[in-house]
């Protein structure tokens, strides 16, 4: 490595040196990014996801610049929606960590079908993802976080919280919950100095979006319809995790932060 690839040091304000933090579905995507900007600002991260090779590959992708500032990955295989292996991996972490300072619900699902297509059932899986295992984990984490005196909660909500198309109801459903959800434990956990707030990314290039990437007419919709002429890319809502973790933030909870290049602003 020379010099030049070396990440710059984190300006102590959003130092997150001896902060240890879980990312979950942090095999790619944005969860990917923020956890590999959490560890290059120092944090000791637990990548969550359910496929070990690819948590493993991520990992090693990150590790070798992070370690220059202090930070190190961790993979941490687990199926969030079940409660059972989701308790026992942040027993994992705990045990090897003795503490956790940063959590970022971000593993999710979309199901893009119209109402008739979704029997409850549909919805019922769908809220076990983005919904029931980030309020499982926030239940978990609270425990130790309240022992610290201390905790920052991130959810990855959606701009399809506060606004809603055709075809997308479960998904809507689902993160418009989970934005409620914020605000009601950033009320309820405030008192033991746990913050609670999240980040709503508006159109990002991740692998989820591929088919809609590459897809012109979707392309120069969005060209017209952001500020920004663009879509967003996955590095781009990492500094928003950094700064809502960091010692910049610390009187901030139950916000939500809009990252979408202008979507929700633009008339
Ligand atoms: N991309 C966008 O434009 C956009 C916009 C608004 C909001 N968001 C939200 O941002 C988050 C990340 O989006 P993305 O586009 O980066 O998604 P993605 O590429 O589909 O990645 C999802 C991640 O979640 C993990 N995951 C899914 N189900 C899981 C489970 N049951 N247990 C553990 N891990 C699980 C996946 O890993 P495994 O499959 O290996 O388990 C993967 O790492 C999601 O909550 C999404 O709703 C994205």
């Known amino acids: 490595m020379n010099s030049t690839d070396r990440p710059a040091p ?6 997150l040196k001896n902060q ?3 990312v979950t ?4 995507g944005l969860g990917f990014e ?12 637990w990548l969550g996801g359910r496929d070990l090779d690819a948590l493993q590959a991520a990992a090693e992708c990150i590790q070798e610049h992070c370690r220059v500032h202090g930070g190190s990955v961790h993979p941490l295989p687990v199926d969030l929606t079940d409660p059972g292996l989701s308790s026992a991996a942040l027993e994992t972490l705990l045990k090897q960590s003795g503490r956790l300072d940063i959590l ?5 699902q979309r199901r893009r079908e119209p109402l008739e ?5 549909a919805l019922r899986e769908l809220l076990e993802t983005n919904l029931i295992a980030a309020w499982h984990l926030c239940r978990e984490a609270a425990r130790p976080m309240r022992a610290q005196g201390s905790g920052c909660i991130i959810n990855i909500t959606s701009i399809a919280g506060p606004i809603a198309r055709a075809g997308d109801a479960a998904y809507t459903t689902s993160k418009g919950a989970l934005d409620a959800m ?11 100095g746990i913050r609670v707030n999240a980040i709503a990314p508006g159109f990002f290039s991740t692998e989820a979006n591929a088919n809609m990437v590459s897809d012109p007419q979707i392309q120069s919709w969005l060209d017209k319809r952001t500020s920004l002429g663009r879509w967003g890319q996955p590095h ?3 500094g928003a995790a950094v700064f809502l973790a960091s010692g910049a933030a610390t009187y901030i909870t139950g916000q939500t932060l809009t990252i979408d290049g202008g979507f929700l602003s633009h008339f």
């Not at 970022?104 to 999710?108: D, V």
């Not at 297509?117 to 059932?121: R, V």
């Open 117 to 121: 297509q979704l029997p409850s059932a």
């Open 182 to 192: 914020t605000r009601a434990l950033a009320a309820e956990l405030g008192p033991d």
């Open 104 to 108: 970022i619900n971000n593993a999710g």
């Open 10 to 15: 984190p300006h102590p304000l959003f130092s």
């Open 34 to 45: 923020m956890a590999r900007a959490l560890a290059n600002h120092g944090a000791q991260v």
């Open 20 to 22: 240890v933090a879980l």
């Open 25 to 28: 579905g942090a095999s790619r």
């Open 236 to 238: 781009e809502v990492a």
